[in-house]
């Protein structure tokens, strides 16, 4: 069975600091993807990557995968208090009939 | 880029009745689609896959006789929830795929309330 599991599920920082949110999977993926969600809202794309060693970044945000490792980051440079949401990382596994299956998600909150 | 579109955002129906959601891919075709289930600050949890022009797929423990899914074209399907009950409210998603590299797009959801 395949498992998915975020950390932390919970985590309270300072605007301006700098953390990661791991995320580890326990079989061989074709694809992961990482979301945000606010409060009330559905999921917003952040990255899908497709590769091991891919890096992708956008704006304070920046994901990698290492499928060696079975492990993908997303790092938070110099947080702002914009960036309070729900992360959820998602693996896509053909075997699995093509779907996402997700993390438990990681409650992010930027305190001014 | 890809969009999704789901119907209705938000609603409230009284215990025994049926609900009807429909989601939309506005821009391409899916030819898979997914129903998800998300309840407060927990991960989406997924309900069903549905292929045009078969059967949906359901997830163990999900009642296919409760929410019935179906998906009639390559840009529509829909998700029914019979004889709601309380326990039913819950935010529903809906995201579809054409299978290419472009992943998945979800819906904007559903809250449904039922009282």
């Known amino acids: 069975e395949l498992k998915v599991e975020q950390n932390p599920l919970f985590l309270s920082m300072q605007e301006g600091k700098n953390y990661t949110i791991y995320c580890n999977y326990s079989t061989t993926s074709d694809r992961l993807y990482w979301y945000r969600q606010d409060p009330g809202k559905s999921l917003e794309s952040l990255f899908v990557?497709?590769?091991?060693?891919a890096v992708k970044q956008e704006g304070r945000l920046m994901a990698s995968l290492d499928t060696k490792a079975r492990l993908s980051t997303l790092h938070i440079t110099a947080a702002v208090h914009d960036l309070s949401a729900t992360y959820f990382c998602a693996v896509d596994i053909m075997e699995y009939g093509n779907k996402l299956v997700f993390g438990a998600g990681t409650i992010l909150r930027v305190k001014s | 880029g890809a969009v999704v579109s789901q119907h209705p955002s938000r609603v409230i129906c009284k215990s025994g009745t049926s609900v009807k959601i429909e989601c939309r891919s506005l821009?391409?075709?899916?030819?898979?689609m997914f129903w998800y289930r998300q309840f407060p600050k927990q991960s989406l949890m997924l309900m069903a896959t549905?292929?045009?022009?078969?059967?949906?797929?359901?997830e163990q423990g999900v009642e296919k006789d409760k929410f019935l899914i179906n998906h009639a074209s390559l840009t529509l399907s829909t998700l029914t929830v019979t004889s709601a009950h309380p326990e039913d409210s819950s935010f529903y998603i809906c995201?579809?795929?054409?299978?290419?590299?472009?992943?998945?797009?979800f819906g904007s959801g559903t809250r449904l309330t039922v009282v």
């Open positions: 821009d391409f075709q899916a030819t898979t």
């Open positions: 549905s292929n045009e022009g078969s059967k949906a797929t359901y």
């Open positions: 995201s579809a795929t054409s299978g290419d590299f472009y992943g998945y797009t």
């Open positions: 990557l497709l590769s091991n060693g």
